[in-house]
T-cell receptor, first 111, second 112 residues
Framework: NAGVTQTPKFRVLKTGQSMTLLCAQD?????MYWYRQDPGMGLRLIHY???????AKGEVPDGYNVSRLKKQNFLLGLESAAPSQTSVYFC??????????FGSGTRLTVV | DAKTTQPPSMDCAEGRAANLPCNHS???????VYWYRQIHSQGPQYIIH???NNETNEMASLIITEDRKSSTLILPHATLRDTAVYYC?????????????FGKGTRLSVIA
């Protein structure tokens, strides 16, 4: 039982490049979330999903898009990366609204 | 969701109880108190949650005051591995979707 798996774990992008971060969970959870964490800060919610085919904006959605085509996967896309998007990205899933299971994070640097 | 206030940092001697306070004076009657922690560079980990009664599990105890305006997370015998940032979050737990909102938390340092 892997829980929540994020790929890649590290990535360096040039400004303007695009990429997709993948989050996969094997717990059959309905809800999935993407957060970002900047140095010395708490986590901020980017987007979330309450079920397959549904997504919603969180606190800091600008510059990101998401898709939840399959229940077990939640993709986070950066269409044109900017240095301000340098951060650690965490994915989480939950079946109810407590007991979130988080992934180990993706460390993204945009130069 | 009600806003929470936590001290930015605390120290605790190894083997002693760590008591982490959280103020949530604007909490509503149907809002729960949740605690998560984040060990350096890892994803946050759920610890415990409660509504009004005190709660205990294998990781910690949660003490909520009678007026529910504050709570304390207790790690009974802190170890070096408990060094982490601890987040107190207040939110409604219902069938509707209200994602967790993290503040800056309390950085607990367990000292040998």
């Amino acid at each position: 039982n892997a829980g929540v798996t994020q790929t890649p774990k590290f990535r360096v992008l040039k400004t303007g490049q695009s990429m997709t971060l993948l989050c996969a969970q094997d717990m059959n959870h309905e809800y999935m979330y993407w957060y970002r964490q900047d140095p010395g800060m708490g986590l901020r919610l980017i987007h979330y999903s309450v079920g397959e085919g549904t997504t919603a904006k969180g606190e800091v959605p600008d510059g990101y898009n998401v898709s939840r085509l399959k229940k077990q996967n939640f993709l986070l896309g950066l269409e044109s990366a900017a240095p301000s998007q340098t951060s650690v990205y965490f994915c989480a899933s939950s079946q109810v609204h407590y007991g979130y299971t988080f992934g180990s994070g993706t460390r993204l640097t945009v130069v | 969701d009600a806003k929470t206030t936590q001290p930015p940092s605390m120290d605790c001697a190894e083997g002693r109880a760590a008591n982490l306070p959280c103020n949530h004076s604007t909490i509503s009657g149907n809002e729960y108190v949740y605690w998560y922690r984040q060990i350096h560079s890892q994803g946050p980990q759920y610890i415990i949650h409660g509504l009004k009664n005190n709660e205990t599990n294998e990781m910690a105890s949660l003490i909520i005051t009678e007026d529910r305006k504050s709570s304390t997370l207790i790690l009974p015998h802190a170890t070096l591995r408990d060094t982490a940032v601890y987040y107190c979050i207040v939110r409604i737990s219902s069938s509707g979707n209200t994602p967790l909102v993290f503040g800056k938390g309390t950085r607990l340092s367990v000292i040998a």
